[in-house]
């Protein structure tokens, strides 16, 4: 079991990305997926995740109302939609598999793999 995520970058405050999360050899949609990320100093923050069966989704409060998770099972992917990016969003983030499939945010994961590094900044 490997997920890899993809799509970070250099933006602008106020400004938007899309992560993707694929897996290889399994099937994304068997599994809570959470995204989480680390900044450097910082501990490692959940900032969302989506149940296996995408009827719970949880998001930390600082991003709330701009970030927003999805699933597309037939491309086997999540997506972390990532609008009116702050200066305290920067970090390298993940994807992984939900220990607890999505029952709240408890920083728990199974499978991850790299991240991806978002940078903000004008």
């Known amino acids: 079991v490997q997920l890899q995520a993809y799509g970070g970058g250099l933006v602008q405050p106020g400004g938007s990305l899309r992560l993707s999360c694929t897996g290889s050899?399994?099937?994304?949609?068997?599994?809570?997926i959470g995204w989480f990320r680390q900044a450097p100093g910082k501990e490692r923050e959940e900032v969302t995740c989506?149940?296996?069966?995408?009827?719970?989704?949880y998001y930390v409060d600082s991003v709330e109302g701009r970030f927003t998770i999805s699933r597309d099972v037939a491309k086997n992917m999540v997506y972390l939609q990532m609008n009116n990016l702050k200066p305290e969003d920067p970090a390298v983030y993940h994807c992984?598999?939900?220990?607890?499939?999505?029952?709240?945010?408890?920083?728990?994961?199974?499978?991850r793999g790299q991240g991806t590094l978002v940078t903000v900044s004008s």
């Open positions: 050899g399994f099937t994304l949609a068997d599994y809570g």
């Open positions: 992984a598999t939900e220990v607890l499939d999505c029952r709240g945010l408890h920083n728990a994961f199974g499978s």
């Open positions: 989506i149940s296996s069966s995408a009827d719970r989704k």
